[in-house]
């Protein structure tokens, strides 16, 4: 069965959608497209037309670059697996700052309530780089202090020990295996001193994420 192609996308029209994409939740995207396009006597244009039109030109329908971003238009920018982002959204605290709202299958985040959480918990953001959080918050100074004072991945609980180089997953983890409390290894590392009964120093092993997009 032979498909039928839409009527052909001018210039105009072109560009006009061009200008939208990445700004808009796109549901948001369609009904502003198809109101414009009435206002100028362009050729209607379905959903399912508008997304096909994005696929050919290898544009993406998440929103990243406006006020109002989808979770995988956030870890576009941040250089992370969506999986990351949707992680968020599964603490009520985190849910409660961000405010998420579900259009079309898909969760979007207003920039500014983003810029809530960093304030508010930067933890969330740690890992990444100033500059990548910069594109994210639009706030150098914000990015440059969430990225100072958050440099390990939020959540991520594995130690070392220096002298040796092996790695526990948690604090927990290396008390049991060797055999002291888990307090011990605890305040050491936030004192930066040695175990001393172990005669061994340990550091928390978060990498900071250092993608700027």
Not at 7 to 36: I, K
Not at 91 to 112: D, Q, T
Not at 141 to 155: D, S, T
Request: some cysteine; proline content about 7%.
């Amino acid at each position: 069965m032979t498909r039928t192609k839409g009527p052909y996308w001018s210039p105009p029209e072109a560009t006009y959608l061009d200008q939208l994409v990445g700004d808009l939740p796109f549901p948001e995207l369609v009904e502003r497209y198809q109101r414009h396009a009435v206002r100028h006597g362009w050729p209607s244009r379905s959903a399912s037309a508008i997304q096909q039109r994005l696929r050919r030109t290898r544009q993406s329908g998440r929103a990243r670059m406006g006020a109002c971003l989808t979770t995988g238009g956030i870890a576009d920018i941040l250089g992370c697996p969506k999986s990351r982002v949707h992680a968020w959204l599964k603490r009520p605290k985190v849910v409660a700052v961000l405010k998420p709202r579900r259009v079309g299958g898909f969760y979007y985040i207003e920039r500014s309530d983003l810029r809530r959480l960093a304030q508010k918990m930067p933890q969330v953001l740690g890992g990444f780089g100033a500059d990548a959080l910069f594109l994210l918050l639009e706030k150098r100074e914000l990015a440059e202090e969430v990225a100072r004072q958050c440099p390990g991945y939020w959540g991520d609980k594995r130690i070392r020990c220096i002298e040796t180089g092996r790695i526990w997953p948690s604090c927990s983890a290396a008390a049991d295996a060797l055999h002291v409390d888990y307090t011990t290894i605890s305040l050491a590392i936030k004192q930066r001193r040695p175990v001393t009964v172990l005669g061994l120093t340990f550091e928390r092993c978060r990498q900071p994420h250092h993608n700027a997009a």
